[in-house]
């Protein structure tokens, strides 16, 4: 089953395209707004916004909200279930064929999610079997570290990672542990911190949008 998307296209025709993934609990109008933040001067980029899956989580007494995955246990290495982070890593993969499909390059898809979608994101953009633009991942951490398959085609992606230092949900230790296992790994990884707690600030999306201008 597909996923329900919001989209937002560009002024002309579209040539680049970037897929944002919303955290646990909320929805793909979450990061609707960085549309009018993000500005480029060489693409004409459409954004895809999707909306993860209801189901029921663990942690939140079994309740049943969007969520890419089942948490269910918040120690600070998370208890998840792989099985259904992987399940939502496949539809994006689906998003990112159709996006080829209607003439968009691989080379010009950028994958970005935020929290529990960045945790998705390692795993999509990592396994995808297509040369992709870029990785951000913000506030995050690398649920599927110890078994992900990386595919050949993105062993060289370009990653940020991006994180608050005063974030209480996703503490910052585990962006800096994604970061050192991705290096290991042999990616080439930004890594930038913020003064905020688990959010998004100016200076964050002034420095994705520089990141970004180097990818398109």
């Known amino acids: ?63 049943v909200m969007p969520a890419w995955y089942d948490i269910t246990d918040m120690s600070i290495d998370r208890q998840i279930d792989s099985e259904q982070l992987r399940e939502s890593a496949a539809k994006v993969h689906a998003m990112i064929d159709e996006q080829i499909a209607q003439g968009i390059d691989s080379k010009r898809i950028i994958i970005a999610g935020f929290s529990q979608g960045g945790a998705v994101g390692y795993e999509a953009a990592l396994t995808y079997p297509k040369p992709l633009a870029g990785l951000m991942a913000h506030s995050t951490y690398f649920a599927t570290a110890d078994d992900i398959q990386v595919n050949e085609a993105n062993a060289q992606l370009p990653i940020l990672v991006q994180h608050g230092t005063q974030d209480p949900v996703v503490p910052e230790v585990l962006g800096q542990k994604a970061c050192a296992i991705l290096k290991e790994k042999g990616f080439s990884v930004t890594y930038q911190t913020y003064p905020m707690p688990h959010s998004l600030c100016l200076e964050q999306v002034q420095d994705m949008q520089k990141w970004l201008d180097e990818r398109f």
């Open 1 to 63: 089953m597909s996923l329900e998307v919001i989209k937002h296209e560009p002024a002309g025709t579209a040539d680049a395209v970037i897929i944002w993934l919303h955290g646990l609990g909320a929805s793909g109008n979450d990061f609707v707004p960085m549309t009018e933040h993000l500005k480029f001067a060489n693409a004409q980029v459409r954004f895809l916004f999707p909306h993860a899956p209801q189901m029921p989580v663990t942690i939140n007494q079994g309740m």
